[in-house]
């Protein structure tokens, strides 16, 4: 990773800091597309590696919120999973349910991440961002952020909003620093 990165809203990489790697799992929701072809998930595994951190799995299940909750689930409960991100199903239409499939997960909801995301997709897509239903929480101590389906959904929110959060160099704050208190009581 380069040391000179700045992060929307300014933010900065601090070259001082050790860089830690999270294990990361990417989910596609697709009734179409299988993991041959599913260029979005590929894109953030791509990601996940360019960036130094570990893709802990990978895995492509239709539109159906039992088996979006059944994946999920499994991540949630595995120790060598710390981060999920799902592209797919957050749109309008009736097969879209990966809202509705992953925050019933969350223990804690980020809502800055919603805010945040469509500040950063409206400068992508203008007015078309009120289409997505991206959101982000916490679930058991894993971080999860459900993204859109298409590639320049997964860029805009891999490259200028998740991976300045897992990185625990990018400083004022992120949330891979707090990813060893958020099992506290």
Same mark, same amino acid.
């Given at each position: =990773?380069?040391?000179e990165?700045?992060a929307?809203?300014?933010g900065?990489?601090d070259?001082?800091?050790?860089?830690r790697? =999270? %294990?990361?799992?990417?989910?596609?929701?697709?009734?179409t %597309?299988?993991?041959?072809?599913? $260029?979005?998930?590929?894109?953030?595994?791509? %990601?996940?590696a360019r @960036?130094?951190?570990v893709?802990?799995?990978?895995?492509?299940?239709?539109?159906?919120?039992?088996?979006?909750q059944g994946?999920?689930?499994? #991540?949630i409960?595995?120790?060598?999973?710390q981060v999920?991100?799902t592209?797919g199903?957050?749109?309008? $239409?009736?097969? @879209?349910?990966?809202?509705?499939?992953?925050?019933?997960?969350f223990d804690k $909801?980020?809502?800055g991440?919603? /805010?945040? #995301?469509?500040?950063i997709s409206?400068?992508?897509?203008?007015?078309? /961002? =009120?289409?997505? %239903?991206?959101?982000?929480?916490?679930?058991?101590?894993?971080?999860?952020f459900?993204?859109?389906?298409?590639n320049?959904?997964?860029?805009?929110? #891999? @490259?200028?909003?998740?991976?300045?959060q897992?990185?625990?160099?990018?400083?004022?704050?992120?949330?891979?620093?707090l990813?060893?208190?958020f099992?506290?009581v």
């Amino acid at each position: =990773m380069s040391d000179e990165l700045q992060a929307p809203g300014g933010g900065r990489i601090d070259p001082a800091l050790t860089f830690r790697p =999270m %294990r990361i799992a990417v989910l596609s929701v697709s009734d179409t %597309r299988t993991l041959a072809d599913d $260029t979005s998930g590929q894109l953030l595994a791509d %990601r996940v590696a360019r @960036d130094g951190h570990v893709l802990a799995g990978r895995a492509l299940v239709p539109d159906d919120v039992a088996a979006i909750q059944g994946q999920v689930g499994d #991540w949630i409960a595995d120790p060598g999973v710390q981060v999920i991100v799902t592209t797919g199903g957050t749109g309008l $239409t009736g097969r @879209d349910v990966t809202p509705e499939a992953v925050r019933p997960l969350f223990d804690k $909801t980020i809502e800055g991440f919603e /805010t945040v #995301w469509h500040m950063i997709s409206f400068q992508s897509v203008g007015l078309s /961002t =009120m289409q997505s %239903r991206a959101c982000a929480g916490l679930a058991n101590g894993t971080l999860i952020f459900c993204l859109p389906g298409s590639n320049g959904a997964c860029k805009d929110g #891999w @490259d200028r909003l998740i991976r300045f959060q897992l990185d625990a160099r990018h400083k004022p704050c992120n949330l891979a620093e707090l990813a060893p208190r958020f099992g506290e009581v």
